[in-house]
């Protein structure tokens, strides 16, 4: 089904968001956010974008499926904290942070006093990596500018980063994928992992080869990168050690396993996924992969012991489930799902324990909400939303206090 509407018009890239947690790996494409001239992997996506519809440039009161078709929603809050909707009893204090074209999976450095986003914005024609502080100043590049990048994280040191990126592979941002059959995401085997310094100096390539190598994350400890490739052919969960070395399979269900996230005990790691089980289902899924694309559909969220051992799904919602992270406690997932409203774009925030009970929701913003994730400390959670948003395919940087 085309997951998030009418077919865009650039290309996309699963990132953590759905397909891409992250729901942006390209911030246009998708993670699972509706694409611009972007993609957002990570998530893998970041497609908000380029729904190809008709939008209204003003905001718009939130209605329940006006998801990203529109200018982002209205929030009725209190004069002390206008952009939090009153049911949303999780949070206080929500600030946005940037403003202003496509921004999407902004994770915070080890200290919280940093973050790395994926951002589209003059003069770049798709995503680029910037850093920020977590008050929303001193934004600045810190990719090359060249090809398309996705899933920026920071190293324990808060010297170094990672990200993804095409830019080896040119400097143009890659064609974007064939929608004549269809609304796809595009996993550009060109994405290779990067270690870099937080200043821009690429130091050196962590993984090698061709298969789409994107949606990675560090463990708390620093010491290990949980990431999704498919360099054996299918898209899969690997670890290595924080430098490359050691890569270790941990799926091996046919089928998009992505958008992988480590608990901070480094005991779990939780992540989206759709296996196809049909003939017809498996075969499509076949067919796109071999053309460097696949099809947003169902996703799940799977939990599974940071070795790979006792994989099991603990979401069954009937939408897209995408873009997990735990709670500081190890014992709930936060993610985005537009389970509500399946058909739609709109993506709320939702809780649930690690073993699939005790759903709840955060955000009533209606709308785009994803990508969440807790600063260290567990006070602090950093989403982006098209809340406020002020013209057509607007998404920003929220920060909020979190109130357990």
């Known amino acids: 089904m085309k997951l998030l509407g009418s077919k865009p018009e ?3 890239s699963p990132g953590r968001f759905l397909g891409a947690g992250r729901l942006k790996r390209n911030l246009a494409d998708a993670r699972m956010i509706p694409p611009s001239n972007t993609g957002w992997v990570c998530a893998v996506f970041f497609v908000v974008a380029a729904l190809g519809l008709a939008m209204p440039s003003a905001a718009q009161e939130k209605t329940a499926t006006s998801g990203l078709s529109a200018a982002g929603p209205v929030v009725h809050g209190t004069p002390d904290d206008p952009l939090r909707d009153p049911q949303e009893k999780h949070l206080r204090h929500v600030k946005q942070l940037t403003f202003g074209g496509l921004n999407a999976e902004a994770y915070f450095s080890y200290d919280g006093h940093r973050l790395i986003f994926m951002s589209t914005r003059q003069p770049y024609q798709c995503d ?4 920020m502080n977590s008050d929303g100043s001193g934004q600045r590049l810190v990719s090359t500018g060249a090809g398309r990048t996705t899933c920026g994280y920071f190293y324990a040191d808060g010297k170094h980063l990672l990200y993804s990126s095409t830019h080896e592979a040119g400097k143009e941002c890659p064609p974007r994928p064939d929608y004549s ?21 690429i130091i050196k390539r962590l993984t090698n080869g061709p298969g789409y ?33 050691g890569a270790r399979r941990l799926t091996h269900t046919l089928g998009y396993d ?35 694309q696949v099809e947003p559909s169902q996703m799940d969220l799977w939990l599974m012991h940071a070795d790979g051992s006792r994989q099991k799904q603990i979401t069954n919602l009937g939408g897209a489930s995408f873009a997990p992270s735990f709670l500081p406690n190890n014992r709930r997932v936060i993610f985005s799902s537009n389970y509500e409203h399946p058909t739609s774009s709109q993506f709320e925030l939702y809780a649930v324990n690690r073993d699939g009970s005790g759903l709840e929701r955060i955000t009533f913003a209606g709308g ?32 909020a206090d979190w109130m357990p």
């Open 10 to 12: 650039a290309g996309n």
């Open 128 to 131: 680029q990596i910037f850093i």
């Open 181 to 201: 059959h269809g609304y796809v995401w595009g996993v550009y085997p060109e994405y290779q992992i990067y270690y870099a310094t937080d200043d821009g100096k």
């Open 213 to 245: 190598n994107a949606e990675a994350t560090l463990s708390a400890d620093g010491k290990k990168i949980v990431f999704t490739s498919a360099r054996d052919g299918d898209l899969e969960i690997y670890t290595m050690n924080a430098d490359g070395s």
């Open 258 to 292: 992505g958008g992988p996230f480590l608990s901070p005990d480094g005991k779990w790691i939780v992540y989206r996924a759709h296996h196809p089980k049909s003939e017809p289902d498996v075969a499509k899924y076949k067919s796109l992969l071999a053309q460097g």
């Open 368 to 399: 785009f909400s994803a990508f969440p994730q807790f600063s260290p400390d567990g006070k602090k959670l950093v989403f982006i939303s098209n809340r406020n948003g002020k013209a057509p395919h607007e998404i920003n940087v929220f920060i």
